[in-house]
């Protein structure tokens, strides 16, 4: 699951080599800092922790300065770490965007938009009552029944119901790289992707 971490720029559309015209999530991927490396014989386990996106060092605690300090680089907002790097990576090396350049399809894995609280036609796509009938004048889009009452006197759990909708970890799998602008670290992925503008985003090979 090798991959980087990126931040979701906004959508724009381009043009395939057949003329058509494709719409695209810019997603700034990189530069991103090795921050720290683990290994089985130390952790248990073996992993790269990565950062990206600056902060300043008022707004970071002296024990997360003197753990950046350690890689060379500034305080970072994002930290995240990864397994299954093949290759051997050193702590203050930086990865850019050049590292999928030789990939055609990524996963990209983000929180969703959170919506609030939202009925059951909205956040389980209930039919709700269109051509009603005897009356009825304010159930279009209530639950409906929920069970049983005298047996067995309670909701079964996962019962859809009304709730907070959203906000939860999404992945998108095999979305098509439709370009990468190296100098800008800039990377053109094929549709959308989990989040808002601005939101933090895992993209893995």
Known sequence: ??????????????????GRQVPCTVI????????????????????????????????????LIGHFRKANTGPKRKVVELKGFIRDWKLGDVITVDYFRDDVWLDVAGISKGKGFQGVVRRHNFKGVNDATHGQHNRGRAPGSLGASSYPSRVFKGMRMAGRMGGNRTKILNLKVMKIIPENNLLLLKGSVPGSIGSYLIIEK
């Not at 979701?8 to 057949?18: A, N």
């Open 1 to 18: 699951m090798p991959g980087l971490i990126g931040k979701k720029i906004g959508m724009t559309s381009v043009f395939d080599e057949e």
């Open 28 to 63: 700034q991927a990189g530069p991103c800092v090795i921050t720290q490396i683990k290994t089985v014989e130390n952790d248990g386990y073996s992993a790269i922790q990565l950062s990206f996106d600056d902060k300043k060092e008022k707004s970071t605690t002296r024990p």
